[in-house]
């Protein structure tokens, strides 16, 4: 079989695990011939890189073998570095690309209305000069959004689920999820002795933009109330059952987690500062408006605590580690079979390869009829036998 010369490279927000996936492509493809080429800074990296200028090429390609990433998948983040850079969306065209002319269209958003260039073209002859025959993209949605588009224009392409939020459809796990859980829950139990000293109500903000895995499934293992997106809960009822959990609490304390999209009845979340190229604008904490409102409704005090990043940080606990080795070996294996336009996912509680998620389905959401008490504000505990090990389906 001729070599084949595979691109790699890691979008959006980092996880842990990202540099055990780096690593087992590099490891198994020397094993099989191939050539393992990484692209620094997500698509980034292809937008912006001038090939013909040195310095530019080595900003944003990088060579990958056994020796330079012999030691990464001892730590946290990507080796290759990250960007939230969508090439269907760019506002400024790069120094690369001035004088090029791209497609482009306008875009209206909070009154303020912006061009945005489509420089998919310039990616996609990027790909060709470097000699890519297969790009493995390693993201969320945003990430694997722009894969499905290059996998359109002919690109073979394969994809691995990544994300905190556990939220990319069509699969059951994204790398990162297991270690953002397991550090809440320590961040958690460690600052129960803080909220209890002082009689208080915690409140934990984690990350969930438009779906709230990571907060539903902390609560779940901590035994704790939590507010997701998917559900606005009643102010008044919240605060009654958080005020009785602490009465009720022989150290005079209670807990409520909350996902960065919750909202309740008449609130909406408010956003500050510019967009990024997908168009989120970062939120304002909901769990500082929810301290006001307790405080104002019943004088108690709060402590207000977020967890956010601290969660995507440091190594990948034991799960993130098997399944970003065995992501990687999936991904590979089809390159061998010559497959492209899947991804890499678990279905049905099996490691599976499944398509590239449709960009216009959104993230995948929490299923509240079978997820969510509505009433109590919490996980669900009861009917769960025959369902997979993490208690949903793909």
């Not at 209670?254 to 500050?272: D, M, N, P, Q």
């Not at 995507?312 to 336009?341: C, H, L, N, Q, Y």
């Amino acid at each position: 079989m001729s070599a084949k010369r595979i691109g790699i490279l890691t979008g959006g927000g980092d996880v842990p695990g990202l540099n055990s996936v780096i690593k087992s492509v590099v490891y198994r493809g020397t094993e099989i011939g191939y050539e393992v080429v990484g692209i620094r800074r997500g698509w980034e990296g292809l937008t912006h890189v001038d090939l013909k200028d040195p310095a530019s090429r080595s900003r944003y390609i990088q060579p990958l073998n056994r020796k330079n990433t012999r030691t990464i998948d001892r730590t946290g983040g990507t080796y290759l570095h990250s960007s939230r850079t969508n090439p269907t969306k760019m506002q400024k065209l790069p120094q690369a690309l001035n004088g090029q002319q791209f497609s482009s269209k306008q875009s209206t958003k909070d009154g303020v209305t912006s061009k945005l260039f489509d420089v998919t073209p310039a990616v996609l002859k990027n790909i060709e000069m470097l000699g890519l025959d297969y790009v493995l993209a390693i993201g969320g949605d945003d990430t694997l959004s722009y894969a499905a588009e290059l996998g359109r224009h002919g690109v073979r392409l394969i994809a691995v689920p990544k994300t905190m939020d556990n939220d990319v459809r069509n699969t059951e796990y994204c790398i990162g999820f297991s270690t953002a859980i397991t550090r809440a829950m320590d961040a958690i139990e460690r600052q129960r002795t803080t909220v209890g000293s002082h009689e208080r109500v915690g409140i934990f903000r984690v990350f969930g933009r438009d779906a709230g895995y990571t907060a539903l499934y902390t609560a779940y293992v901590t035994s704790l109330r939590c507010c997701i997106p998917e559900y606005k809960v009643n102010l008044k009822h919240l605060i009654e059952i958080l005020v009785d959990d602490k009465h009720n609490n022989p150290s005079s304390y209670s807990l409520v987690i909350l996902s960065e999209g919750a909202e309740w009845e008449g609130y909406t979340v408010k956003e500050y500062g510019p967009a990024d190229a997908f168009g989120h604008r970062k939120k304002m904490s909901v769990a500082e408006d929810l301290s006001d409102e307790i405080k104002a409704a019943t004088g108690e005090e709060t402590v207000v605590s977020d967890l956010t990043y601290d969660l995507r940080s440091g190594s990948p606990d034991f799960i993130d580690r098997m399944v970003a080795i065995t992501f990687a070996g999936m991904a590979m294996d089809a390159v061998k079979e010559g497959k492209a336009g899947l991804m890499t996912a678990i279905s049905s509680g099996c490691y599976a390869m499944v398509p590239i998620p449709d960009p216009k389905l959104g993230p995948r959401k929490v299923d509240i009829a079978t997820m969510y008490n509505t009433e109590r504000y919490r996980p669900n505990y009861d009917r769960k036998q025959g369902l997979p090990i993490f208690l949903t389906r793909g």
